[in-house]
C-alpha cells in the first residue's frame, strides 16, 4: 500500500510505542506529513535530546538532566519519608495529588522470576543502602496492586525487618468523589477487607 | 434469566444469524455438523466471556471472515432488560459490552447472565482427571463471585511466578526468593479453599436430592477434598503448610500443595463412582451436578440461569430424559439439541423449534 519506503519506514516506527497499533500509526504518520516543517523538526530534536541527556537520579532513580534530581534536592520535602515507586512516570501520579511531600525511591520494575527480574535486577539494593543512612523514618510502599507488585513489596519488607523504619503499603478502595454504586465489585470487595476504625 | 434474541455474525458457520427465542424452552435440531452446538457455544460465551470448546477465539471465526460478533438481548425475571455483546477481531483483544456500553475488563462481563452447559463431554467430570472436577467448580463460582474469578487469575499467575523459581538451580537463597510468593499462595489459596468449600456445602445437598431426583437408585454423596489439606483455619495455618514443604518442592522441583490439587470425592452409595460407576450412572451424576449448580446459582445470583443441554436426550433412556424435563424448574430457560425434532417434542410440550438447515440458516418451527 505504501508509495514511499521512508513513510512506510516512519509507520513501523510509531507502531513500536505502546498503545499505538496500526491505525493510530498511521494517523500519526499523516499528520506528521501535513504538518509544518518545524513541527517534524522539533519532535525528531526532542526524541534525540532526552536520549542524550536524560538519565537517572543517583539517589531515587527518577528521570532527570543533572545528577540528583529537582525532587531529592527540594529541601521543603521530607526527607524522612521514602515513596517507593514500580516507574518513574508513577511519580508523576502521587504527585499530582499533592497529597505526599516525602522523597521517592524508582526500582525501575517489580520481581518476575518469570521474566527473570530478580532483586538486583531492580534498585531494592540502593533502597537498602539508602535506609542504611539512617535518616529515613517510613517507607511507603506504592508498587502496583498486583502479583508482583505485591511480592516486590513483601520482599522489601522483610529486608527492611531489621532495621526501625516503619513500613506501609498504600490501601486500595473506592474512588473518592465516584458512588458506590459505580466502583467495580472487586475493588468495593478489598476495600471492605482493608477497612478501619473511626478515631 | 430469558434470552429474547441471539445475533451472531461471522460466528462459526454463521455468516449472518438472528433468532428470537423468547421462551421457556427452546429445542434446536437438525442432523449433526450444522452447527447445533455452535448456537448452545454463543449463549455460553455471552454468559462467561470464553467458548467451552476452545481458548482460541481465531478459530470461532467463520472461515473466510475477520471479526466475530456475538450479542444476545435478555429479559430478567423482573422484567428489566440488559444486552451483551462480544466481539473478536483477528490479531486484536477481545472486547465486551453491557447494554452498549464497552467494558474495560472482559471478567467483568461473567456471571451477567448465568449459564450453565451440558455437553457430552462432561462425562469426564466424574470419570475423568481431577482438573476437569475442579473445572466445573470453578465455572459455577466464577459466575457468582467476581472475586473469586480474580483470586483464580491471580493463583495462576503466583504458580507460574513460584515454579520459575522451583526451576531455577542457579539461585543461592531460594527460600528467601520464594517466601513473598509463599505468602501470596497462602492468601489465595486460602480464599479459594474457603470459596470452593462453602460452595460445596451448599452443593452437596442439592446434588444428592437431583440425584435421586433423576431416578438414580443410590445415595450420591459428594465431598470436598482441598489440596491444602483439612487441618488449616487460616491464611497463617496455610502458609505454614507451605513453608513445611518448601525443601520438597525445590526437590520436586513443583508446588506440592495450593488449591490446583483440590479434587471432588464422588460416591455412590459408597463406592468411588470413578472406579465402580457405569455408563448411565456417570451420566445421571453429571446431571445431577449441573442440575445443582443451576440451582447454586439461582440462589446466589437472585435470578435463575439458562440452562443449555447439548445432545443431552439422545444418551439418556426414556425414563431418565422425562425425569430431567421434569427437574428444569431450576433453570430460567432451557436450550436442548437433538436429531430429530420428536425426541425433544416428546419431552417438552409447547417447545418452540428452531431447525439448523444447511448453509448456517435457522428456520423457526421447522
Not at chain 1, 513500536?16 to 499505538?20: A, D, E, M, Q
Given at each position: 500500500m505504501f508509495q514511499s519506503p521512508s513513510l512506510e519506514a516512519l509507520v513501523q516506527e510509531l507502531k513500536?510505542?505502546?498503545?499505538?497499533g496500526n491505525k493510530s500509526a498511521l494517523r500519526m504518520a499523516f499528520h506528521l506529513l501535513r504538518a509544518p516543517r518545524e513541527e517534524a523538526e522539533a519532535l525528531a530534536k526532542w526524541l534525540v535530546r532526552v536520549k542524550e541527556r536524560v538519565r537517572l537520579c543517583v539517589v531515587c532513580g527518577n528521570y532527570t538532566e543533572e545528577e540528583t534530581c529537582a525532587l531529592c534536592l527540594d529541601a521543603r520535602r521530607d526527607e524522612s519519608l521514602i515513596c517507593v515507586v514500580e516507574q518513574p512516570s508513577d511519580i508523576y501520579l502521587v504527585e499530582s495529588t499533592g497529597e505526599y511531600r516525602g522523597h521517592y525511591h524508582v526500582l525501575h520494575g517489580a520481581l518476575s522470576p518469570l521474566e527473570g527480574v530478580r532483586p538486583e535486577s531492580i534498585r531494592i539494593g540502593e533502597l537498602v543502602e539508602r535506609v542504611a543512612?539512617?535518616?529515613?523514618?517510613e517507607v511507603i510502599l506504592a508498587t502496583n496492586p498486583n502479583v508482583e507488585g505485591d511480592a516486590t513489596g513483601f520482599y522489601i519488607a522483610d529486608l527492611l525487618k531489621e532495621t526501625d523504619v516503619i513500613i506501609s503499603r498504600i490501601a486500595r478502595g473506592v474512588p473518592v468523589g465516584g458512588e458506590l454504586e459505580f466502583a467495580d465489585q472487586l475493588t468495593l470487595a478489598r476495600a471492605f477487607r482493608g477497612r478501619r476504625g473511626i478515631e | 434469566m430469558i434470552l429474547d434474541s441471539l445475533r451472531l455474525l461471522d460466528f462459526r458457520n454463521f455468516r449472518e444469524l438472528e433468532i428470537e427465542p423468547g421462551g421457556r424452552c427452546a429445542a434446536i435440531w437438525g442432523p449433526n455438523g450444522r452447527g447445533k452446538t455452535n448456537l448452545l457455544e454463543a449463549i455460553f460465551l455471552l454468559g462467561t466471556t470464553r467458548s467451552h470448546r476452545t481458548r482460541k477465539d481465531p478459530e470461532l471465526i467463520r472461515f473466510g471472515g475477520d471479526v466475530y460478533h456475538v450479542a444476545g438481548s435478555y429479559r430478567r425475571s423482573n422484567g428489566g432488560r440488559m444486552t451483551l455483546s462480544v466481539a473478536y477481531e483477528k490479531g486484536g483483544r477481545k472486547k465486551g459490552r453491557v447494554d452498549g456500553k464497552e467494558v474495560s475488563k472482559m471478567s467483568s462481563l461473567v456471571g451477567r447472565c448465568g449459564v450453565v452447559l451440558v455437553s457430552p463431554e462432561d462425562v469426564e467430570i466424574t470419570k475423568g482427571e481431577p482438573e476437569r472436577r475442579r473445572q466445573f467448580l470453578d465455572l459455577t463460582l466464577c459466575s457468582i463471585d467476581p472475586i473469586y474469578l480474580r483470586s483464580l487469575q491471580e493463583l495462576g499467575r503466583i504458580l507460574r511466578q513460584r515454579s520459575s523459581l522451583l526451576r531455577d538451580t542457579w539461585e543461592p537463597d531460594r527460600a528467601r526468593m520464594l517466601d513473598p510468593w509463599d505468602r501470596q499462595l497462602a492468601a489465595a489459596g486460602w480464599a479459594i479453599t474457603e470459596a470452593r468449600a462453602r460452595a460445596m456445602e451448599e452443593l452437596a445437598p442439592l446434588v444428592e436430592e437431583a440425584y435421586s431426583a433423576l431416578g438414580g437408585g443410590e445415595q450420591l454423596v459428594i465431598g470436598y477434598r482441598p489440596g491444602i489439606g483439612r487441618e488449616p483455619v487460616s491464611e497463617e495455618d496455610v502458609l505454614q503448610k507451605i513453608v513445611a514443604v518448601r525443601d520438597e518442592d525445590l526437590r520436586l522441583r513443583r508446588t506440592t500443595i495450593g488449591p490446583h490439587r483440590d479434587d471432588l470425592d464422588l460416591e455412590l452409595d459408597g463406592r468411588s463412582i470413578r472406579a465402580y460407576g457405569s455408563r448411565g450412572q456417570h451420566r445421571t451424576a453429571v446431571l445431577a451436578l449441573k442440575l445443582a449448580a443451576v440451582r447454586l446459582m439461582a440462589q446466589r445470583l437472585g435470578e435463575e440461569p439458562i440452562l443449555l443441554l447439548d445432545d443431552v436426550f439422545t444418551e439418556l433412556d426414556a425414563s431418565r430424559a422425562e425425569r430431567l424435563a421434569t427437574r428444569l424448574d431450576g433453570a430460567g430457560q432451557v436450550f436442548a439439541t437433538g436429531t430429530g425434532r420428536a425426541e425433544l417434542d416428546r419431552f417438552f410440550p409447547g417447545v418452540e423449534h428452531f431447525k439448523v438447515e444447511e448453509e448456517g440458516r435457522v428456520v423457526r418451527g421447522g
Open positions: 513500536k510505542l505502546p498503545g499505538v543512612r539512617g535518616v529515613v523514618k | -
